[in-house]
């Protein structure tokens, strides 16, 4: 192969006055003075150096993208229009270089751009036919052809206007590639060909034809399989042997290999090997979007989901949506995702251990990493998939999104309410008398009202009625001394601390009642609006992280197909006290049968959950809603956090029943141990003792 190009200005102006002469001998007009022709030449050339598309030097063909799990070699995905992945000439083999070049345009290395000799042998061959059977065109006219059907930024007109079958179409085609080759070496033209040209059956580029054929990547293609896919760009359509005739195909290799033999780039026996060699088709083709996702049985799909809806909030790849979604599918992209495979395993199986695939009710799970919004798993029993079965769903269970905005999560909204009594000065010791029924200052016209009055009470009266702490209200889940600790601090506080920790009110009645009457929302802090577990873990995970609150981030990295990487958006801010947040921490040991920094804890309604993690500190809080309908347990260590709602999606009004929160409680855990691992990991810090006891 040669060095790079280094073709002259004059060196270009005697090839265009070469074709404007054989077109004009075409045309009829041969007496026309070669030198008249040239000066036009020369001034046409000028012209169309300064006209140059710059898409011809730097193609922009749309390319996949591939979304990989958190080791970033475990492919989740990839998103394409069309299937191309551009590689490097260093990753092509050496024979499919020349395999091409035989096939479409033996005196590659030899032309600038447009061969004279070519073009008059077409010439004389459509003379003698009748009929434009001989196109002449070499490598590079094709990569101008091809670059500018394919741009995806002109206009439908002008890529139509590529392949358009008029004289001017082709001078202007010559005339770019002579330009072309005076800009690029035929190193650079070969790359750009063999990335855009299209191979038939989808695959557009060598490494997308290599793998849908072959299964293999462009680096590894031998000579008899190089040769076949050469010999597809004639007609792809018909020469491609999975979507094409393949005796078709073979006709077309044993074509490109004697042209090889001819052209003296293989020896007689590699030859003779070549056509004997017994190819084996793969026709693998790769996933296309989130419901082709891998990993099907453990529900890779819900997360797929969640990253794409979030990659259509990212205004860094469009400012529209129509944009951002156009870049995931074109851009080339290289996306590492926070995907943990085994974290994402254990969640499916625990979720599927309380609910089998065909049950029409759903325990959705998410695990969240503390400090970082990070994003392991989502998973639900569930399948993601389209059909009629109940098995399967593409609907956003577990992150929301999509009309889906979340199950009522019962007592775990009681975090909020502590954090703005903790926030307000009120220390953990802040103790009520906690009746079995609690008569508010809140007006209620409900049928269980209290002449007027809103006035909620305790699910187990005998074990949680009396003088309660936040330590014990907390552990014991006592409704009657969470609302009124409401009513001390304000539901308006409440719900403002339930918004700065993450939770959207998406549902629009809970917008509207946030937005108009927070002040007299009683009820806010037993958890009666939809939320997700993904934003109940990541709420819990700030509190975890010390207040420092990540929004989910599905992503580790992105990388353009240009290699550059893609700067994330900042996703995390301090909206706590640090104190403020350890104190909290400190009354959630509770709930899960350990001992506070005090020990101040007296029963829990997760106690299993502490025998599960054993010397390791552990914390979270479960949440049951009005006659049981949903059964929450949201866990964190200083390392992750989990949630979990057991529900019915499609019907809010089939209780799940107070019998299922032991196993809900259960399978978040393990879901919360396998995702903190076995390495172990430092304990909660302690809270000072003004926030435990005040003074």
């Known amino acids: 192969m040669s060095s790079p190009n280094t073709t002259s200005k004059p060196g270009a102006l005697a090839r265009l006055g070469g074709v404007l002469v054989l077109v004009g001998v075409l045309v009829g007009v041969s007496a026309i003075p070669v030198g008249a022709v040239l000066v036009a030449g020369a001034h046409w050339s000028e012209q169309q150096r300064d006209e140059l598309p710059a898409q011809l030097l730097d193609p922009p063909a ?10 970033g070699k475990t492919l989740i995905t990839t998103f394409y229009d069309e299937d191309r992945h551009d590689v490097a000439l260093s990753q092509i083999a050496p024979v499919m270089q020349k395999a091409i070049v035989a096939a479409e345009d033996t005196r590659f290395y030899e032309h600038g751009g447009v061969d004279l000799k070519g073009v008059a042998r077409a010439l004389v061959s459509d003379a003698r036919s009748g009929t434009a059977e001989q196109g002449a065109s070499t490598l590079t006219m094709q990569l101008v052809r091809n670059v500018l059907k394919e741009d995806p930024t002109l206009t439908a007109a002008e890529r139509a206007a590529a392949t358009q079958d008029t004289a001017g179409r082709k001078l202007r085609e010559i005339q770019y590639a002579i330009e072309l080759e005076s800009r690029l070496s035929k190193q650079q033209i070969l790359r750009n060909y063999l990335n855009i040209v299209y191979f038939g059956d989808g695959a557009y580029g060598i490494e997308a034809a290599a793998r849908r054929i072959f299964g293999v990547s462009p680096a590894r293609l031998d000579l008899a ?5 050469a010999g597809i760009v004639q007609s792809p359509d018909v020469y491609n042997p999975i979507g094409g005739d393949k005796a078709q195909a073979k006709v077309r290799q044993t074509y490109v290999l004697n042209a090889m033999l001819k052209a003296g780039m293989i020896t007689q026996a590699q030859h003779d090997a070549a056509v004997k060699e017994k190819l084996t088709y793969s026709g693998a083709t790769q996933p296309n979007g989130c419901v082709d996702a891998t990993g099907t049985t453990a529900g890779w799909g819900f997360f797929c989901d969640y990253f794409e809806r979030w990659w259509d909030t990212q205004t860094q790849f469009g400012a529209t949506r129509t944009e951002r979604e156009n870049a995931l599918r074109r851009g080339g992209y290289t996306v590492v995702t926070t995907l943990d495979p085994g974290v994402q395993k254990v969640a499916a199986e625990q979720s599927r251990k309380v609910y089998g695939l065909d049950n029409k009710k759903t325990l959705p799970i998410a695990v969240v990493q503390p400090g970082t919004g990070k994003v392991l798993a989502l998973a639900v029993n569930r399948h993601y998939a389209t059909g009629d079965s109940i098995t399967d769903t593409v609907n956003p269970l577990i992150s929301g999104g999509g009309g889906v905005n979340g199950y009522p999560s019962g007592s775990t909204f009681k975090m909020f309410t502590m954090l703005a009594a903790l926030e307000a000065g009120m220390p953990l010791s802040t103790g009520f008398d906690s ?3 609690l008569v508010t200052e809140w007006s209620d016209s409900g049928p269980d009202s209290c002449d007027g009055r809103y006035c909620p009470g305790n699910a187990n009266p005998g074990w949680m009625d009396g003088y309660r702490t936040m330590w014990d209200g907390f552990g014991r889940s006592v409704n009657t001394y969470f609302v009124h600790l409401e009513e001390q601090v304000g539901p308006a506080a409440v719900v403002a601390m339930a918004k700065k920790l993450g ?19 009683g009820s806010f802090t037993l958890g009666v609006i939809d939320t997700t577990p993904l934003e109940l873990a990541s709420a819990y995970a700030a ?9 989910p981030l599905p992503v580790a990295s992105i990388t353009g197909s240009d290699g550059a990487k893609v700067t994330l958006p900042g996703n995390c801010s301090q909206v706590l006290d640090p104190e403020i947040a350890r104190a909290a921490t400190d009354a959630a040991r509770c709930p899960v049968g350990q001992q506070s920094t005090f020990g101040e804890c007296n029963g829990g309604t997760a106690t299993q959950v502490g025998d599960i993690f054993g010397r390791l500190d552990v914390a979270g809080k479960t949440g049951s809603t ?3 309908r949903t059964e929450t347990f949201v866990g964190f260590t200083p390392t992750m956090a989990a949630a979990g709602i057991a529900n019915d999606p499609a019907n809010p009004s089939d209780l799940v029943g107070s019998a299922v929160e032991t196993r809900v409680v259960t399978a978040v855990a393990r ?16 809270p000072s003792s003004q926030t435990a006891y005040g003074g």
């Open 62 to 71: 749309a390319q996949l993208t591939r979304v990989y799990a958190n080791d």
């Open 225 to 229: 399989q190089a040769a076949l896919i």
């Open 435 to 437: 009746p079995s029924k």
């Open 503 to 521: 939770i959207s009110f998406s549902a629009p009645a809970d917008a509207k009642m946030a937005a108009d009457s927070a002040d007299s929302w």
């Open 543 to 551: 509190v975890a992280a010390e207040g420092e609150y990540c929004s």
């Open 626 to 628: 009005e006659d049981n």
């Open 671 to 686: 879901t919360l141990r396998a995702a903190v691992g076995d390495d172990g990991y430092d304990g909660f810090t302690p």
